[in-house]
């Protein structure tokens, strides 16, 4: 089955810098690859996505990479503020059965 | 906020007892997944129901058992609850389709004790 790494599992940035959250996936059937933030106490929230016909997917400040061949993708926060602290997960997927990795905490400092 | 709501939010259970938890799925939405997360931990898939039949399970024992409704709702069963069953327990709405977006609800907290 699927398995998701996630790298690192805790990251501090100065607000202004930037943050960046790698994850590799095992199965190259997986299609879809979500992010989710997740403050404490709340529901995972889809923050982005890219499907992997696409190699690049910019949101404002947030941006997502995805290199089929290594089988790896990346989160990509500019401008950090401090509202941006949360874990972060990503995830792998096909048909909506998402295998998640363990979670990014990131602190954002003032 | 997304349309998908669970109840109820928070369960203290007994080890060996059953639980029943539900989901109501977004609207136009016809999947949904469930899922374990423990806590300091990344959501674990559970299972999937699509068209009122199971359609995919991660790697949980057959203690879990989920219904899914004609409306789409969805329950979650857990059997002969153990301790390691304590965690946030979610379930995430989709429309079914290769890469379609999974919107989850806010969660049950279940406590064994």
């Known amino acids: 089955g699927e398995n998701v790494e996630q790298h690192p599992s805790t990251l501090s940035v100065q607000e202004g810098d930037s943050a960046v959250i790698k994850c590799t996936y095992s199965d190259s059937a997986s299609n879809y690859f979500p992010w989710y933030k997740q403050e404490l106490g709340k529901r995972p929230q889809l923050i982005i996505d890219i499907r992997s016909n696409v190699g690049e997917k910019k949101d404002q400040r947030i941006a997502v990479t995805l290199n089929k061949t290594a089988k790896h993708f990346s989160l990509h926060i500019t401008e950090t503020q401090p509202e941006d602290s949360a874990v972060y997960f990503c995830?792998?997927?096909?048909?909506?059965?998402?295998?998640f990795g363990a979670g990014t905490r990131l602190t954002v400092k003032p | 906020e997304t349309g998908v709501t669970q109840s109820p939010t928070h369960l203290i259970k007994t080890r060996g007892q059953q639980v029943t938890l539900r989901c109501s799925s977004q609207?136009?939405?016809?999947?949904v997944s469930w899922y374990q997360q423990a806590l300091g931990q990344g959501p674990q898939f559970i299972f999937q129901y699509y068209r009122e039949e199971e359609n995919g399970r991660g790697n949980f024992p057959p203690r879990f058992s989920g219904l899914q409704f004609p409306n789409y709702s969805s329950e979650l069963n857990v059997n002969a609850l153990e301790l390691d069953d304590s965690a946030l327990y979610l379930c995430?709405?989709?429309?079914?389709?290769?890469?379609?977006?999974?919107?989850f609800g806010q969660g049950t907290r279940l406590t064994v004790v």
């Open positions: 995830a792998a997927s096909m048909y909506n059965d998402m295998r």
């Open positions: 609207s136009g939405h016809n999947t």
């Open positions: 995430a709405s989709s429309f079914q389709g290769e890469g379609t977006e999974a919107f």
